[in-house]
């Protein structure tokens, strides 16, 4: 589904990313892995088409995508989670939600659609009139998590979705993404905690200062605890 090729990435004068090649099936956990800096969230972003500056190749099903705005590769099926997650100030749950559907097709089922992903998450089901931005911090990672996710989107990339939420959260979030990946839904995964991400993934890329180092199932990594303890330690 996806074919990533001796992809770089600058800011400024940095050479960020540096021949990264990867690729990610349809249906597949596929995770980044590696210390703070190590280019993961670049990568992200740079397949999104958020960096001004690179080079190489980004094949999302098919097509080629290295000079195509974000908005067109979220309209060929493309979506991603932000870090930092861009809950819209002022606006509901149900309005961040229908954020999710403006560039698609399938904004003309938005009341059934947003009655669908309620009853995927059904913390939000609960809170869809309520402020997005007054919930826990957990809560508007799952409703970043329900916008990318409402317009049913065919490969879905999440940064580090675990980051700062409560335990009892996280586990609620990782059944989820099992959950997705046996809907068919594609998942390429940055996340801090090593060990539950290679739990869930079906195979993993090492990254270290903006290169791919390693590569391997996701078991083969979980094994491995010379290479963790060498790229993954934070």
């Known amino acids: 589904m996806l074919q990533i090729s001796k992809l770089n990435a600058w800011y400024g004068a940095s050479h960020a990313l540096q021949d990264i090649s990867l690729e990610v099936a349809r249906g597949e956990i596929v995770c980044l892995i590696g210390r703070n800096g190590a280019g993961k969230t670049t990568t992200l972003k740079s397949i999104m088409g958020l960096m001004d500056r690179i080079s190489g190749s980004v094949i999302f099903k098919g097509k080629e995508l290295l000079n195509k705005p974000a908005h067109t590769r979220f309209a060929l099926g493309l979506a991603y989670v932000p870090e930092e997650r861009r ?61 990318a996710m409402i317009a049913k989107p065919d490969l879905i990339m999440l940064d580090e979705p675990s980051e700062g939420i409560m335990p009892v959260l996280v586990d609620e979030m990782f059944a989820l993404f099992r959950n997705m990946k046996a809907q068919g839904t594609t998942v390429l995964l940055v996340e801090q905690n090593v060990e539950l991400a290679l739990d869930i993934a079906d195979r993993a890329y090492v990254l270290d200062q903006g290169s791919v180092v390693h590569q391997a199932s996701a078991q083969e990594l979980l094994a491995d605890n010379e290479i963790k303890e060498r790229y993954c330690s934070v």
Do not use: Y
């Not at 002022?90 to 560039?103: C, D, H, I, P, T």
């Not at 097709?105 to 009341?111: G, N, S």
């Open 87 to 147: 809950i819209v100030q002022g606006l509901s749950v149900r309005e961040n939600l229908r954020l999710g559907l403006v560039a698609s097709l399938e904004k003309r089922r938005e009341a059934e659609l947003i009655e669908e992903i309620a009853g995927i998450f059904p913390r939000l089901a609960e809170r869809l009139d309520q402020e997005a931005v007054t919930m826990s911090g957990g809560e508007q990672q799952m409703l970043a998590i329900a916008r």
